[in-house]
């Protein structure tokens, strides 16, 4: 059964969606709104505590791999261009479990979403006002991505570190990395068509600022 997409963007009326690259502040912005204007809160695999137990290797072949792989170490050592697949792979079939759970608490009030639904199916299922891309250079998105205390990231740093041959490890997940946040899939973001914000380089602390000019967009101020 295929829902026609006018159906969807109805009952998504009142979820906000933040997207873009890594270390672009997306889990930071998401978490400050949904304080700010007491929105519900879904950050980034929100999907899973659903996808864990419903997804099946021949429908969500991506999504299953996790439960079909030797062991965390095989993780790491995938080849970039694998790594790179998979994560885009996986968002398009993690697509339809966000939108199910989004409908889901629909109903409870607005929803801030730290998402990866494709830039594509986001064009059909909200509005310019409800979707705001971040955007940071690669060299960022790369080399500090272990920059973060959130437990999947640490995690992944861990199994790299336990690696016999870690530095090479780490050069191999941080190619991945690259062709993930590679110049073409930044380009595809930034001309998108929505509203986006670049972090810059610096330090200078802008969370504050960036929360302010995306609640703007959205019209929650």
Not at 87 to 96: G, L, Q, R
Request: proline share 2%; with cysteine; charged share 25%.
């Amino acid at each position: 059964m295929n829902i026609e997409n006018n159906i969807l963007k109805y009952y998504l009326r009142n979820t906000y969606f933040i997207t873009g690259t890594a270390y672009a502040g997306k889990s930071t912005t998401v978490r400050m709104l949904a304080d700010r204007y007491g929105m519900i809160m879904c950050q980034e695999n929100y999907h899973m505590k659903v996808s864990e137990e419903v997804a099946q290797p021949n429908i969500q072949p991506n999504l299953c791999y996790f439960k079909q792989m030797k062991n965390w170490e095989e993780f790491v050592r995938r080849s970039p261009e694998e790594y790179e697949r998979w994560i885009y792979d996986s968002a398009k079939e993690a697509a339809e479990f966000e939108i199910a759970e989004l409908i889901a608490l629909s109903h409870k009030g607005k929803i801030i979403v730290d998402t990866n639904i494709p830039l594509s199916v986001l064009h059909k299922i909200s509005d310019y006002s409800h979707v705001a891309v971040m955007l940071c250079e690669q060299s960022m998105s790369v080399e500090r991505f272990f920059d973060r205390s959130d437990p999947e990231k640490q995690f992944i740093l861990k199994v790299i570190e336990n690696c016999d041959d870690s530095d090479a490890v780490m050069k191999n997940y941080k190619a991945g990395l690259a062709l993930i946040n590679s110049r073409q899939h930044y380009a595809e973001f930034a001309n998108s068509g929505f509203y986006t914000v670049i972090r810059d380089d610096n330090a200078t602390d802008t969370k504050e600022e960036v929360c302010d000019i995306i609640a703007k967009h959205f019209g929650l101020l």
